[in-house]
């Protein structure tokens, strides 16, 4: 009685694991998939990147991998990426675990689509936008004061070898508190220490749980040791809390004499019951704003200073275009930024060498499309790889070097220069990324109109990032330690 029992359920399952195995229609070609494991074993899990280029090299810029039973379309190369990414086609985002977890639900910019994505960020575009528009002084001031308050905070170590990271957080979150609560906080603060502990962990944690996304039943096989879900769920919960209570705090003091920040401008929509604006949305939309913007700024900054200390010829020529034209020691301000092309290609040229986001955030088709001849269906998942166009000899003359001339012609800046999209690009492109550029801009031109950067005595000099070949979402520098020496 039970063969045929166990006969037939062998049957489905070989036919359950033929049909897992077979890939749809036209669609993109890649390793083969087994069923619950998908692509994984024919992966080289510790060194991905490997694995990736090898497939790209065989199949081509448009190719897949299954994680699990769910396929992923990597796309490689200018032309490919800018193709997709620019159409609405493609402008949907996955939000099945990390996204979701943070803000529990889908909520904010980064998770959602349709009507309430674009909503959202169109407020948060028209905002930054009016705050950083040149005329608008408030916002720079803002910033120049901050600036400030870390060159001070760096004197105070003159000539000896200091770890930077926690300054420039410093610098940054206070930037940003000033953007979303108007207000800011020294860092001996409580509620600093608080908000910088749960921005920090909350980024270790979504970078690690990345592959949650796709296989959901590890969460519940792999104990907390090894998921840290209930850490992450702590400090998700804690900064909810701190968020909901800035929001409550603002509707109190500023009743009757708005400042009109961005706390101010999102509540008088709430207040006039626009369509998805609520409380809760300005919530998620703040955490976005500090856990995104800080990281981000934060590791593109620690390796500006990697590599200005490991290019002492490149300092000089800043010094010398600052010197000239502004002035030594003297503060460097947003509007000079056009007389500046040499500084501003420094600013670009690191974020095409250090690459942090090397295959950005992961897009979704929002329904059936077609790229390039192959038939993606609706809710395919997109990843682009960005590396390689910041790293193809197709734009760049020296792309494993650091070379700021790639962005100049004739002693001018080159904008918008090909191949180059550090903040992604299409209808998911970064909205923070003019704040982004000046706060880059502002801090690293004052720290080297007054300092020079010294490496450490017996550094190698070595530019390379934390995790070779990992799966961080983000490309640290290894950590290092560095000199300030004030500018005889
Ligand atoms: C991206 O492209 C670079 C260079 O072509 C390659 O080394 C890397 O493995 C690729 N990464 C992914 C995720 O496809
Ligand atoms: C990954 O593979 C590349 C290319 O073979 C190699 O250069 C790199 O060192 C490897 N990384 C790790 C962590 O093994
Ligand atoms: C931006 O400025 C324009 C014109 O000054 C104003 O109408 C708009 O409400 C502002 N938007 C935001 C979000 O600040
Ligand atoms: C995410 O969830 C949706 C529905 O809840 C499901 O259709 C989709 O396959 C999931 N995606 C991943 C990557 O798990
Ligand atoms: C706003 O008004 C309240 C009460 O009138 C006052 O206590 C508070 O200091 C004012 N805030 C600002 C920023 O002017
Ligand atoms: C956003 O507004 C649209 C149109 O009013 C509505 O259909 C949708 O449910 C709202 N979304 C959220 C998340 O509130």
Avoid at 375 to 392: D, K, R, V
Avoid at 400 to 414: A, M, R, S, T, V
Wanted: glycine share 6%.
């Amino acid at each position: 009685m039970i063969w045929p029992v166990v006969c037939s359920l062998l049957v489905i399952f070989i036919i359950y694991c033929i049909k897992a195995s077979i890939r749809p229609r036209d669609f993109p070609p890649g390793p083969p998939c087994l069923a619950f494991l998908g692509s994984l074993p024919y992966l080289d899990v510790r060194n991905l990147s490997k694995s990736f280029s090898k497939l790209q090299e065989r199949h081509g810029d448009v190719f897949s991998v299954f994680i699990g039973s769910t396929p992923v379309v990597v796309l490689n190369g200018w032309k490919t990426i800018k193709e997709a990414f620019e159409r609405p086609e493609f402008s949907g985002r996955p939000g099945n675990f990390s996204g979701t977890f943070f803000q529990k639900g889908k909520t904010g910019i980064t998770t959602t689509e349709g009507k309430h994505w674009s909503s959202q960020r169109n407020f948060l575009i028209d905002y930054l936008e009016n705050i950083s528009r040149s005329g608008s002084q408030g916002f720079q001031d803002i910033m120049m004061d901050e600036v400030t308050d870390l060159k001070l905070d760096l004197t105070k170590k003159l000539s000896e070898p200091i770890a930077v990271s926690y300054k420039l957080n410093v610098c940054i979150i206070n930037i940003l508190w000033n953007l979303c609560c108007g207000r800011r906080l020294h860092a001996q603060q409580q509620e600093f220490q608080t908000v910088y502990e749960c921005v920090d962990k909350i980024t270790q944690f979504m970078s690690r749980a990345a592959i949650f996304s796709f296989l959901p039943i590890l969460t519940k096989v792999l104990p907390e040791s090894v998921t840290k879900i209930e850490k992450g769920r702590y400090y998700r919960n804690r900064f909810h809390e701190i968020s909901e209570k800035w929001i409550r705090e603002h509707r109190q003091e500023y009743r009757g004499n708005r400042t009109g920040d961005l706390q101010d401008l999102y509540l008088e929509k709430v207040n006039k019951g626009e369509d998805n604006f609520t409380e809760q949305g300005l919530a998620a939309m703040i955490r976005e704003i500090f856990v995104i913007g800080s990281e981000s700024v934060s590791v593109m900054l620690r390796w500006s200073l990697r590599i200005l200390s490991c290019h002492p010829e490149v300092q000089e020529k800043v010094q010398e275009e600052l010197d000239r034209v502004c002035g030594r020691g003297v503060d460097v301000t947003w509007d000079k930024s056009d007389q500046l092309p040499y500084t501003m290609a420094i600013v670009k040229e690191v974020q095409r060498f250090a690459d942090i986001a090397p295959t950005g955030l992961m897009h979704k088709t929002v329904c059936d499309a077609t790229l390039q001849g192959y038939h993606l269906p609706a809710n395919t998942l997109i990843m682009a790889n960005f590396t390689s166009c910041h790293q193809s000899t197709e734009f760049w003359k020296h792309p494993e070097k650091f070379h700021p001339e790639h962005f100049l012609e004739n002693g001018k800046l080159i904008e918008n220069k090909e191949g180059f999209m550090p903040y992604g690009l299409g209808t998911r492109i970064c909205p923070g990324m003019k704040l982004a550029d000046m706060e880059l801009f502002l801090i690293l031109s004052n720290i080297l109109s007054s300092y020079q950067l010294v490496m450490v005595e017996g550094d190698d000099g070595d530019l390379g990032t934390q995790f070779e070949g990992g799966t961080a979402v983000l490309r640290n520098p290894k950590p290092y330690r560095v000199v300030f020496e004030n500018r005889s």
